[in-house]
């Protein structure tokens, strides 16, 4: 099967980790003995058709991205990100009459960001219209698809809130996770029966993540540490944080390619996601099948992948102290803990492994 996947955003040698669970699934597809060909808008540093980590990527001129996809004569199109009045939304509804096109809705592009962290002050306000307006286009561009899939049972129901609409051969298939490629470390962890626990953030400098949350929930913690690895626009603002609270807070500006992410994960010991929204939280599930159990906000689609103790702890948004308490809940017991990091990784196996989601997202694109 020829299969085109259509993003607005993809990956490239200068920002490897955008949108790194579409790239996931071009190389899923690819490994299942699919041609696949990823169709974008042109990024900084890429060429207009190029080759990442194996997948080929055609990076086309605005007014040539719909005639590009037709060129590789798709069987189907796999559209992410319905974003309406982008580029890659206007070919996506220009292929629909002639080609099958199932949409995948991850967020933001299906729902009234003001009320779920994606802005701040006046921004807020400032979204509505704009949310409105392309909520109202999404309304009239999904019934042209043939599939619709939400990765998350609480996204679907915002989602079609939202819109008003509900399609009748729509889906909830969760981002998919390669259980093979994110494993635990050998060994386990390196920390002493007294050591301080290493936690992780991998998360974008944004507000929707809240890490100014768990900064202020390190300050003052004994028993463990926490470091923040990412890019975006508040790096300058969480640095003051850390240095004003004394959080035992470490930022790291950085992106990484998504095949070295596993390496980096399993020098920690958990997972930490503050967030105001999240529809999964691809980077928290990749993290539970590394074996690193999770502290979170019960917010979004977080519950339906962390089970609060199990393997894991949740607490509510905004509001570090019980964040800092929910750390302190994990970490309290080292044989729980263990026993945790075990059940997140099993979780993860049965409910996001790719031997489950792929064979799911392979039969509707197939049409089954």
């Not at 220009?94 to 960001?113: I, K, S």
């Not at 698809?145 to 609409?165: D, H, N, P, T």
Request: proline share 8%; glycine share 10%; charged share 20%.
């Amino acid at each position: 099967m020829r299969i085109a996947i259509l993003t607005e955003v993809y990956p490239s040698e200068r920002a490897p980790d955008a949108r790194a669970f579409i790239h996931a699934r071009a190389v899923l597809y690819r490994r299942a003995g699919h041609d696949v060909g990823v169709f974008s808008q042109p990024a900084a540093g890429a060429g207009a058709a190029d080759v990442f980590e194996g997948v080929p990527v055609f990076r086309p001129a605005t007014e040539r991205l719909t005639a590009e996809v037709r060129g590789f004569r798709p069987d189907v199109v796999a559209f992410h990100t319905p974003y309406g009045g982008t580029p890659a939304f206007t070919a996506a509804r220009d292929l629909a009459p002639n080609y099958p096109v199932v949409a995948w809705v991850h967020g933001y592009e299906a729902m009234f960001t003001a009320f779920y962290g994606y802005h701040r002050g006046w921004r807020r306000l400032a979204s509505l219209p704009w949310d409105a307006r392309k909520l109202f286009r999404l309304r009239r561009f999904l019934p042209r698809c043939s599939g619709v899939v939400y990765v998350s049972q609480w996204l679907r129901r915002i989602a079609e809130r939202g819109m008003a609409y509900r399609h009748p051969n729509s889906h909830v298939i969760h981002n998919p996770v390669d259980c093979e490629l994110f494993a635990p470390k050998t060994g386990g962890t390196d920390a002493g029966p007294r050591a301080p626990l290493r936690g992780i953030a991998l998360r974008g400098l944004g507000p929707k993540y809240g890490l100014d949350i768990a900064i202020r929930a390190f300050a003052g913690l004994e028993g463990a540490d926490l470091t923040i690895i990412g890019t975006g626009p508040l790096e300058d603002e969480l640095r003051k944080l850390i240095e004003t609270t004394g959080s035992h807070t470490t930022l790291i500006a950085a992106a990484y390619p998504h095949a070295q992410v596993p390496q980096l994960l399993q020098q920690y010991d958990f997972f930490v996601a503050p967030s105001r929204n999240e529809t999964q939280g691809v980077a928290m599930c990749e993290a539970m099948a590394c074996g690193l159990p999770v502290v979170a906000t019960r917010v979004g689609g977080i519950p339906e992948f962390v089970r609060d103790g199990l393997d894991g702890t949740l607490a509510p948004p905004e509001n570090p102290a019980e964040l800092r308490a929910a750390v302190r809940r994990l970490i309290g017991n080292r044989p729980r803990f263990a026993e945790m990091a075990a059940n997140a990784r099993s979780h993860m196996l049965r409910v996001v492994d790719r031997s489950v989601v792929i064979g799911q997202e392979l039969d509707l694109l197939l049409g089954r």
